[in-house]
């Protein structure tokens, strides 16, 4: 009977981690903590791209403060779209939009930091949570 109990620990206890999770925390592996945000859920080899509009013309935009693991996606460009090209007003939002293609199985995040220059701290953030299946 000791060695089944025995067994069963040794078998479960390193799957302990992957498991737990609290209020804002999803454990998406042992070196990739991610908080809870936005999910999304992407085929291996397929594409996806993240679009947020920002006020680029102003001085405020976009920016990783953690990017995804480079094993499991690549970007594959970056650009800023004016989604109204014919408008004469300064200062209108912009969209900065990334493209990226999936490498591998698993679950990775990323953290985006939206900031103005003239601002000390960030003004939001934004965590995706990606799904590679």
């Known amino acids: 009977m000791k060695f089944i109990i025995s067994s ?14 609290d209020d804002n925390i999803l454990r998406a592996g042992f070196d990739r903590d991610c908080k809870v945000g936005d999910t999304l859920q992407v085929d291996l080899g397929a594409s996806f791209t993240i679009s947020l509009q920002a006020g680029l013309t102003s001085g405020c935009s976009w920016g990783f403060e953690k990017e995804f693991d480079e094993r499991y996606v690549e970007l594959q460009s970056y650009s800023i779209i004016d989604p109204d090209p014919g408008s004469q ?8 939009e990334w493209n990226f293609m999936t490498q591998r199985t ?3 995040c990323c953290t985006l930091l939206y900031s103005c220059v003239w601002e000390a701290e ?4 934004k965590n995706i949570v990606l799904i590679i299946k």
């Open 106 to 108: 698993g679950t990775i």
């Open 122 to 125: 960030s003004l939001n953030t």
């Open 8 to 21: 069963l620990l040794f078998v479960l206890f390193p799957l302990l981690p992957l498991g737990c999770s």
């Open 89 to 96: 007003i300064d200062g209108g939002p912009m969209i900065q």
